[in-house]
Each structure stands twice: as structure tokens, then as C-alpha cells.
């Protein structure tokens, strides 16, 4: 799997701190996994979630804002 084969997006919450992840939305929609990745390192390494586990990353991302 190539990043380049995805659209990727940050979250609307992100400002230029340097601390954000991006999710392909797509891939997620067509394919159930939810893919996120650093945004400082777009070709590096991804993390493939399941539903449950994404909506986890979220609720902890927002706990700690």
C-alpha cells in the first residue's frame, strides 16, 4: 500500500503546531479500515484502525485538547 494512492486529510481542528495525523476518508468509506498516518512524515508508515478503533483515536485526541 502507497500513500500516494490516497487522498489524505487533517482534521479541521488542526492548526500548523506540527503535532497532527490525516486520515484517508475515502479508503475508509470503501473499505471499512481507517487509515492515519503523522502529516510530517507522509511517506512513513500508516496505522490501520478498525471503526471501533478510530472512534477511540478520536475521543482520545479530544480529551487531551
Not at 487522498?7 to 484517508?24: D, L, P, T, V
Not at 473499505?31 to 492515519?36: H, I, K, N, Y
Amino acid at each position: 500500500m502507497t500513500t500516494d494512492s490516497h487522498r489524505w486529510f487533517k482534521s479541521s481542528y488542526s492548526s500548523n503546531g506540527g503535532q497532527c495525523i490525516e486520515w484517508a476518508p475515502e479508503h475508509a468509506a470503501s473499505t471499512g479500515e481507517f487509515l492515519v498516518r503523522d502529516s510530517k512524515d507522509p511517506s512513513g508508515p500508516q496505522l490501520a484502525l478498525t471503526r471501533r478503533g478510530f472512534a477511540g483515536l478520536v475521543e482520545f485526541a479530544k480529551s487531551r485538547v
